[in-house]
């Protein structure tokens, strides 16, 4: 039922799918997430939509062969179908007009962010682009953002795309010259720390866009817990979008890092 239409090998362990799926393409909305079945003898995995495409009734998938759930995703090739994926699930995020927001992806990050930039230009914001990564290797969807935002910066630590440095120093850079009123990040935890560092000495209004800690998608089995607001509060219902004033970020630290899919 959920046809694999398109596969793109974005790096040896990256890869990109376009997954026929009616339903969710019509429903989805930026910040909301899948569950995904391979087939009947793997793990459910969550996974962010990067795109929808209405003509196709398709949803893109972006992900790293890190589990052995991904790995068997990764393995399937065009005509292929998963066994299941359900969704959408999570809160979308309310789209507002703010003038300019900056949207900082790091990594496979950058494909929790594409779907909310798009949404953000079409509601009159100018969006700016912070796209980043350790090399060259590490950067996906760069033709798709610069497509998607009016300005891009492009950041690798080693240099070998796009400007040599850190996608702090973008966002220093797009704050005090653009003068974006929101930012929006999503990462590995130690950008998202870094990253709030140089929001908050602007003074600048910052969402995380956190990785769905789910295996069930509803919150029961507890893995996605974590503390917002001082309270006990589920990623899978609540976010995965959240403001980054709310977040208790030594316990997000210990959630991230322990959890596994």
């Given amino acids: 039922m959920f046809e694999i239409l398109s596969k793109q090998i974005i790096t040896d362990r990256v890869k990109r799918i376009d997954v026929k799926a009616p339903k969710i393409a019509q429903t989805a909305k930026p910040g909301q997430f899948v569950l995904v079945m391979p087939d009947d003898k793997t793990m459910r995995v969550s996974l962010p939509i990067a795109e929808v495409n209405l003509i196709k009734e398709s949803i893109t998938l972006i992900f790293c062969e890190d589990s052995p759930s991904l790995d068997r995703l990764g393995n399937l090739w065009i005509g292929d179908s998963l ?72 950041m690798t630590e080693d240099g070998t795309a796009g ?25 590995p935890i130690e950008i998202i720390e870094e990253i709030l560092i140089v929001a908050r000495a602007q003074a600048v209004k910052t969402k995380v866009i956190i990785e769905p800690l789910t295996i069930d998608g509803m919150g029961i089995c507890g893995t996605g817990q974590i503390c917002v607001d001082g309270a006990d509060t589920c990623v899978a219902l609540d976010g995965p979008i959240f403001e980054a004033e709310k977040l208790d970020l030594e316990n997000l630290r210990q959630k991230m890092n322990n959890f596994t899919k």
């Fill in 163 to 187: 400007r040599k440095g850190y996608v702090t120093q973008a966002l220093e850079e797009v704050v005090q010259n653009e003068k974006a009123s929101l930012v929006y990040v999503a990462g």
């Fill in 83 to 154: 066994s299941a994926v359900i969704g959408p699930l999570g809160m979308p995020e309310a789209i507002v007009k703010e003038s300019k927001v900056a949207c900082v992806g790091y990594g496979i990050g950058i494909a929790a962010i594409m779907f909310l930039c798009r949404e953000l230009r079409k509601n009159d914001n100018k969006v700016i682009g912070i796209i980043g990564g350790k090399t060259g290797k590490d950067i996906i969807l760069e033709p798709q953002m610069r497509l998607t935002c009016q300005k891009i910066f492009l």
